[in-house]
């Protein structure tokens, strides 16, 4: 109670300090979205989110789509981020996600190139397929443990993308899921991921470290970790044999040892 109450007045201090003007106030579905002066979008309301897509362009049409604004500020209540919400969205660089939220739709940020700043909370259960493609200013992402799936191109192309931490709930990286993450320079894979996609790491250019945690090798797709600079492969010391022996594990990395210092 006192969080959301904290919540309620930093977002009331900040609708007055930007110049929020209630008139200016619109509808999608049941919820309201106002756009102040200064560039901040925000959305309110008890309920989902729509999804956005208009057939004939192919495009998002979200109703916010053709106004400029640099953040966004979901307030608690809202219960999703629909399909293709701020797709194009090319200002866009912060974002704030309530624990409300418990689903982030396919292509919500894609193409959003300046986003820069994003904390998906432990209420996010879904991130849809393509959700971050090629949000190529975000430099650090926590994967909450809430997650299961990082869905096909969820990250795709996100060159800027340096750092991963992936949750320990998560069990499938599909097709792509990282693919083209020219920034990536390590990856820790949790023990409870059982399968990697088709080229979920490929043209990772940087990416000079893996370390796998799994027990069991996880079933591995074509085209991963081919084009990266690393081709050691780190692993808990008392399952080396076991993916020394397993294909394609042996032939994708020239060596497999295991981890630093254990």
């Not at 309920?47 to 057939?55: G, L, W």
Request: net charge negative.
């Amino acid at each position: 109670m006192k969080t959301k109450l904290l919540l309620t007045c930093a977002l009331a201090a900040v609708m007055v300090a930007v110049g929020y003007n209630e008139a200016r106030a619109e509808t999608t579905g049941s919820l309201t979205w106002v756009l102040t002066d200064d560039g901040v979008l925000i959305i309110s309301g008890n309920d989902a989110m729509p999804n956005y897509f208009d057939y004939g362009s192919n495009r998002s049409n979200a109703p916010w789509g053709t106004h400029n604004f640099t953040s966004v500020i979901i307030e608690e209540g809202v219960t999703s981020i629909g399909y293709r919400a701020f797709e194009d969205c090319v200002g866009l660089r912060t974002i704030y996600i309530p624990n409300s939220v418990t689903s982030i739709g396919v292509y919500a940020f894609r193409y959003c190139r300046a986003l820069d700043n994003i904390t998906i909370p432990e209420s996010v259960t879904s991130i849809g397929g393509g959700a971050f493609y090629l949000c190529t200013g975000l430099k650090n992402i926590a994967i909450p443990n809430s997650i299961s799936t990082v869905g096909v191109q969820t990250f795709f192309a996100c060159s800027g993308l340096k750092t991963v931490s992936i949750g320990a709930s998560v069990s499938t990286i599909e097709d792509n899921a990282f693919s083209s993450c020219t920034g990536l320079v390590s990856i820790v894979i949790p023990p409870g991921v059982v399968s990697i996609g088709n080229s979920a790491f490929s043209g990772c250019s940087s990416l000079n470290s893996v370390t796998i945690m799994a027990e069991t090798p996880p079933a591995l797709g074509v085209n991963n970790f081919i084009a990266s600079n690393g081709d050691r492969l780190h692993v808990p010391a008392m399952h080396v044999p076991t993916y020394v022996a397993a294909l394609p594990w042996r032939t994708v990395f020239a060596s497999i040892v295991r981890l630093p210092g254990a």
